[in-house]
């Protein structure tokens, strides 16, 4: 059931995408410390061989599979992979993600595909490609890291948003399908507030924007990634470990859903208001 550790991690494995750095890395020791296997996807080889020395000194083994999600040869390839290193799939966690700044208008249409391909359709690729293996388990869980962007969304945020509440209505239809199907895999869709990663300072920003204000808004979003990633990844670890189907990681991803929910169409004056007392005092 929900919210009851019905299960344990112990002795399973599990997949965890953008696992070189910030949550992924993170989140990855988290459960290392609680007896799972891990197979670490990334792009970047240097950052997921220093996870993978963090989950072995856990005592804990570890397969590194560098790839770009983008390519989906090398996606569907994947689970075959895991397979080979580990025997089984008892958690898949899709959660690498990119940023790209700038309003709708001023955004290149194939940035704008990029960041979906990323942040949407390879983790629905994922999904349907570990599916059967993880069904194939007593009890697993399928892990989709979405933002508090796919709750409430933010102006200049306008791809992101759409990838993250794309991926919200993805995973809650798919954890009521695989519910009415008595399936053994549960859904858990994750929205993390501000945590203190390098996605600002990587994002793609629309060309022609005036690289001084650019620099401005990266200055003011690093202010609000307050949360360290391992505080985060350590809150995530125990939604997974109790099957919660939904965990908001930080205050002020847990404060801007309750205002969401009271001003539906308003929210967003309240935020900002919020928002910019924190940037001032943040100097």
Same mark, same amino acid.
């Given at each position: 059931?929900?919210?009851?550790?019905?299960?344990?991690?112990?002795? %399973?494995?599990?997949?965890?995408?953008?696992?070189?750095? #910030? &949550?992924?890395?993170?989140? !990855?020791?988290?459960?290392?410390?609680?007896?799972?296997?891990?197979?670490?996807?990334?792009? =970047?080889?240097?950052?997921?061989?220093?996870?993978?020395?963090?989950?072995?000194?856990? #005592?804990?083994? *570890?397969?590194?599979?560098?790839? =770009?999600?983008?390519?989906?040869?090398?996606?569907?390839? /994947?689970? $075959?992979?895991?397979?080979?290193?580990?025997?089984?799939?008892?958690?898949?966690? @899709?959660?690498? %993600?990119?940023?790209?700044?700038?309003?709708?208008?001023?955004? $290149?249409?194939?940035?704008?595909?990029?960041?979906?391909?990323?942040?949407?359709?390879?983790?629905? +690729?994922?999904? +349907?490609?570990?599916?059967?293996?993880?069904?194939?388990?007593?009890?697993?869980?399928?892990? @989709?890291?979405? !933002?508090?962007?796919?709750?409430? $969304?933010?102006?200049?945020?306008?791809?992101? *948003?759409?990838?993250?509440?794309?991926?919200?209505?993805?995973?809650?239809?798919?954890?009521?399908?695989?519910?009415? @199907? $008595?399936?053994?895999?549960?859904?858990?869709?994750?929205?993390?507030?501000?945590?203190?990663?390098? &996605?600002?300072? @990587?994002?793609?920003?629309?060309?022609? /924007?005036?690289?001084?204000?650019?620099?401005?808004? +990266?200055?003011?979003?690093? !202010?609000?990634?307050?949360?360290?990633?391992?505080?985060?990844?350590?809150?995530?670890?125990?939604?997974?470990?109790?099957?919660?189907?939904?965990?908001?990681? #930080?205050? =002020?991803?847990? #404060?801007?859903?309750?205002?969401?929910?009271?001003?539906?169409? !308003?929210?967003?004056?309240?935020?900002?208001?919020?928002?910019?007392?924190?940037?001032?005092?943040?100097?």
């Amino acid at each position: 059931m929900a919210g009851q550790p019905s299960w344990t991690l112990q002795g %399973g494995t599990a997949v965890v995408t953008g696992a070189a750095s #910030g &949550i992924g890395a993170a989140l !990855s020791l988290s459960l290392a410390r609680r007896g799972m296997r891990l197979a670490l996807v990334d792009r =970047d080889a240097a950052g997921l061989d220093a996870t993978a020395r963090a989950v072995r000194a856990a #005592g804990q083994a *570890a397969s590194v599979h560098v790839l =770009d999600l983008v390519d989906a040869d090398a996606t569907a390839a /994947l689970p $075959a992979a895991v397979l080979a290193a580990h025997g089984r799939v008892s958690v898949l966690v @899709n959660n690498a %993600g990119v940023a790209l700044g700038g309003l709708f208008e001023q955004i $290149a249409p194939e940035d704008f595909d990029w960041l979906m391909a990323i942040n949407f359709h390879a983790p629905v +690729r994922l999904t +349907r490609a570990f599916l059967p293996l993880l069904a194939r388990e007593r009890a697993a869980q399928l892990v @989709n890291v979405s !933002s508090i962007f796919g709750i409430v $969304a933010p102006p200049g945020q306008s791809a992101y *948003a759409a990838s993250k509440f794309a991926l919200r209505g993805f995973s809650e239809a798919l954890r009521h399908e695989l519910a009415m @199907n $008595a399936s053994p895999v549960g859904v858990t869709l994750v929205h993390p507030g501000g945590v203190r990663t390098a &996605i600002s300072d @990587n994002a793609r920003i629309a060309p022609g /924007l005036d690289p001084a204000e650019v620099a401005q808004h +990266r200055k003011d979003w690093r !202010s609000l990634l307050a949360l360290p990633p391992e505080v985060a990844g350590e809150r995530i670890a125990r939604g997974i470990e109790r099957r919660e189907a939904r965990v908001l990681v #930080g205050l =002020d991803a847990v #404060g801007a859903a309750w205002i969401q929910r009271l001003f539906p169409v !308003s929210y967003w004056k309240h935020i900002a208001r919020d928002i910019a007392r924190r940037v001032r005092r943040a100097g």
